[in-house]
């Protein structure tokens, strides 16, 4: 029988995958839309159009996380840190979805967009196990 503070972590925890999944939805579809649009419209190729989504939905992603979906974890004074350790786990999947979106304009008939989406999709696993074990994982000062 799992102890009552085992219970609330667990349950804590469960929570905290659950914004965060939100939070990933509203940022993914930020980047998507930023990104489709730019592309659809014809103001920018694939490319750039993705550099452009990606940098409105970090925004969106690192704000939504930090005061929500880690919440539990923020520390005084660690906005700074966790930032600077979020932009790099996102820009790890930023990596990793520009080498498959690259892949998929080089190897693929599909359409430029499908490919878009797809190499958008992705990343969100990689980033939670980042985020919750490093970004925003802060132990407390020793007094």
Request: charged share 10%.
């Given at each position: 029988m799992?102890?009552?503070a085992?219970r609330?972590?667990l349950?804590t ?7 965060f999944?939100?939070i ?19 103001t ?7 550099i452009?989504g990606?940098?409105v939905?970090f925004s969106?992603?690192f704000?939504?996380h ?5 919440s ?8 700074l ?11 790890s ?13 080089q190897?693929?008939p599909w359409p430029?967009l499908f ?10 696993a990689f980033t939670?196990v980042g985020?919750?074990?490093w970004?925003?994982?802060?132990r407390q000062a020793?007094?």
């Amino acid at each position: 029988m799992a102890s009552e503070a085992t219970r609330q972590k667990l349950k804590t925890e469960t929570a905290a995958a659950g914004k965060f999944a939100i939070i990933g939805v509203i940022a993914t579809l930020t980047h998507a839309s930023v990104a489709s649009y730019l592309l659809e419209a014809g103001t920018l190729s694939a490319f750039p159009a993705n550099i452009f989504g990606f940098l409105v939905a970090f925004s969106v992603s690192f704000s939504g996380h930090y005061y929500w979906s880690f919440s539990h974890l923020r520390r005084d004074g660690t906005a700074l840190k966790s930032m600077r350790r979020f932009l790099i786990i996102s820009l790890s999947g930023f990596l990793l979805n520009s080498t498959v979106l690259a892949l998929w304009l080089q190897f693929t008939p599909w359409p430029d967009l499908f490919g878009l989406l797809f190499s958008i999709a992705i990343v969100p696993a990689f980033t939670f196990v980042g985020a919750r074990l490093w970004a925003f994982s802060h132990r407390q000062a020793e007094p």
